[in-house]
């Protein structure tokens, strides 16, 4: 109990009132789960963007059998541990781990590179393309340029080339 003056300065006793959380129903504790796991850390980002290249590397050597010098197979087949053992006794089995680790770590590297896709891709429906026939004139004056170039350099060389042999003749 608390004692407190009222309005007419007459001390009253009055009792603490606690206060009561509300309780969260299944579908607001759902919605905070959710809230937490799709928060973005930029840690996560840059840890997922170190490990898929190796995780990509590491498939490549299960695959090949081979690391550096050191040849895989006679080890990841006979290291008497019965997981390691099951994915590696025999040749399609070490293929296809080595291929799921190189798919694993591609489908990271594309999950990491959407959200600097996908702004392009409404830029990229902003562009005003060429028509088939701009593309077709434009197209043929590249190719004619560089025709002219392969030109231009040819004849540098034939008429270049008697003098760079009589300076090499010195």
């Known amino acids: 109990m608390a004692l407190k003056k009222d309005k007419d300065e007459k001390i009253v006793k009055t009792k603490k009132v ?3 959380k509300p309780v969260m129903t299944p579908e607001e ?3 905070r789960v959710m809230e937490i796991l799709k928060k973005e850390y930029a ?6 963007a170190i490990l898929s ?8 050597y299960i695959v090949t059998g081979k ?3 050191v040849n895989l197979t006679t080890i990841l087949g006979n290291s008497e541990i019965g997981i390691i053992d099951f994915f590696f006794e025999t040749d399609l089995k070490r293929i296809l781990t080595g291929s799921f680790l190189i798919l694993v770590g591609t489908l990271v590297i594309i999950y ?3 959200p600097f ?4 891709i409404s830029e990229m429906k902003k562009v005003s393309w060429p028509t088939g026939k701009e593309l077709g004139i434009d197209s043929v004056r590249v190719f004619g340029f560089l025709i002219f170039l392969v030109l231009v350099f040819m004849l540098y060389g034939f008429a270049l ?3 760079f042999k009589w300076i090499y003749s010195l």
Request: hydrophobic letters at 50%.
């Open 29 to 31: 504790k759902h919605g």
């Open 43 to 48: 840690f996560e980002n840059w840890l997922l």
């Open 161 to 163: 080339d008697p003098l």
């Open 112 to 114: 990491l590179a959407i």
């Open 117 to 120: 896709i996908r702004p392009s």
């Open 67 to 69: 690391f550096g010098s």
């Open 18 to 20: 606690k206060k009561v």
């Open 53 to 60: 290249p190796i995780l990509i590397l590491y498939g490549i």
